[in-house]
């Protein structure tokens, strides 16, 4: 058997890892037009974290009596960053593909004919397609902006610049991570987000003590306004009348699959417009998966490494179907925020546990910031549906709640486990009691 993927993002490079392991004799061939690892490894997921964690280490010193806080030194951050990504070099990745016995194919891949991918004037035969394409910044249609020099995720993780001020449009995730890492390396930050508050997708309860951390450490939080023009320069116009001169613009309104020019239209494969229609098998037609953020389902590497499996599980006639009650959603900022399940709701009964009430904080900052632990149950079933967390570390210690709403573990036996002293998974046992008493 021939199978072609497209796509060697880390969606891509994870199928290929499963399906090997799952048959030792099908024959793999990866096309990517870009570096192997995708933009997780170089753009993303990886470079960020590294960024972040340099500038929340100098940060905590603020928060730790006797030791001098320092704004952390932007070629160390840099560095660290770079050999992270092994300064955007995927000749490891490519090691990695040799080890799998899976032949790789540089190029833009397009399909020709059912059954025949054509890369740049190459033709591959395959009997199964997997199609991890993947995604792009969404740039919004605002006046002028073509006209501006901007900032994608991509310029972001790679500059080796700290611009003196820096406009952050969008709110979400990736503007908020990259927002508050450039104001602790010294840019004057302005976010501009459109909707009535950051995080938008997240609880409001955690969207609220973001912003207001972010305030505290100087940055200009601007909700309920969007950028209606754009101008070199750069001066920004807002609906509010209001303008925004900066050094430099960050454009994170979200990501957008890459479904276009790939030839799918001859295969009868759906595309919606989140991306390529699949079912709980990840099929998207006739011996044609999709998988990661192509499928529109959620467009988290972790969700594309779980569909990988899920897809090669099926591709070799095994029994397996997503199942998405449980996907874990962590976002970097300072403090964390980690969510998972359902979180909103009507018949849900939710309780909450504040950290600063939580003896591990104590032990950890001074003076101590707000955090929390909120769980949401079904009262009827008495298990977890849902669960949001604020705190350092929250998207570690949340885990164990991904895990008991994945497997409906009764409310009963959560609040009797035993939770180690001190941790910040302590504050789960507190919440969880509240919860038993309310339901």
């Known amino acids: 058997m021939k199978v072609v993927v497209l796509g060697g993002g880390s969606t891509g490079e994870h199928f290929v ?13 990866l096309v990517e037009s870009r570096l192997v690892g995708g933009e997780c490894s170089y753009y993303a997921c990886m470079p960020t974290k590294t960024m972040l964690r340099a500038a929340e280490l100098s940060s905590s010193l603020d ?33 990695w593909l040799e080890g799998q016995r899976c032949a790789f194919v540089r190029g833009e891949a397009r399909v020709t004919r059912p059954g025949v991918v054509e890369v740049d004037g190459q033709e591959l035969e395959y009997d199964r397609l997997v199609v991890a394409t993947g995604s792009r910044p969404a740039i919004p249609p605002v006046a002028g902006l073509e006209g501006v020099e901007y900032w994608t995720n ?6 080796h610049e700290v611009p003196k001020s820096l406009a952050v449009m969008g709110g979400g995730p990736v503007g908020s991570e990259l927002g508050q890492f450039f104001a602790r390396m010294g840019s004057h930050v302005t976010m501009i987000e459109q909707g009535p508050r950051l995080l938008g997708r997240v609880h409001e309860e955690a969207g609220a003590i973001v912003a207001d951390v972010f305030r505290e450490e100087g ?13 070199p320069g ?18 994170a309104t979200g990501r957008r699959p890459n479904t276009e020019g790939l030839g799918l239209e001859q295969l009868e494969v759906s595309i919606g417009p989140r991306g390529i229609e699949v079912d709980e098998r990840l099929r998207a037609a006739k011996n044609v998966w999709a998988i990661g953020d192509v499928s529109g389902v959620a467009l988290f590497t972790h969700v594309g490494k779980y569909q990988a499996r899920v897809a090669a599980a099926d591709l070799c006639g095994r029994e397996a179907k997503a199942d998405y009650r449980a996907i874990p ?35 950890y900052e001074r003076p101590k ?14 298990v977890l549906v849902g669960a949001v967390a604020v705190g350092p570390q929250a998207t570690e210690w949340l885990g164990q709640l991904t895990l008991a709403v994945r497997s409906a573990t009764p409310v009963d036996v959560l609040v009797d486990t035993i939770q180690p002293y001190p941790t910040f998974s302590e504050a789960i046992f507190f919440a969880l009691r509240e919860l038993v008493d309310a339901l």
């Not at 499963?18 to 004799?25: E, G, I, T």
């Not at 320092?70 to 050999?83: F, I, K, L, Y």
């Not at 309920?224 to 101008?231: D, I, L, M, P, S």
């Not at 910031?369 to 008495?382: I, K, Q, S, T, Y």
Request: hydrophobic letters at 35%; glycine letters at 10%; charged letters at 30%.
């Open 329 to 363: 959603v962590g976002i970097f900022t300072d403090p964390e925020v980690a969510t998972v399940g359902r979180t909103e709701g009507d018949g849900l009964v939710s309780a909450r546990w504040e950290l600063t009430a939580t003896p591990r904080l104590a032990t």
């Open 17 to 29: 890892g499963a399906l090997r392991r799952l048959d030792n004799d099908v024959e793999i061939t």
């Open 369 to 382: 910031r707000d955090g929390f632990v909120r769980l949401f149950a079904d009262p009827r079933e008495r």
């Open 154 to 159: 991509i310029e972001a993780t790679s500059t």
């Open 234 to 251: 750069i001066t920004l116009r807002l609906s509010d009348g209001s303008t925004v001169e900066t050094q430099h613009l960050l454009v």
């Open 219 to 231: 940055i200009d939080v601007r909700t309920g306004v969007g950028v209606e023009g754009a101008k």
């Open 63 to 95: 928060r730790a009596p006797g030791l001098e806080p320092e704004r952390p030194g932007a070629d160390g951050v840099w560095s660290w960053r770079d050999w992270v990504t092994s300064d955007w070099n995927d000749k490891g990745q490519l090691e």
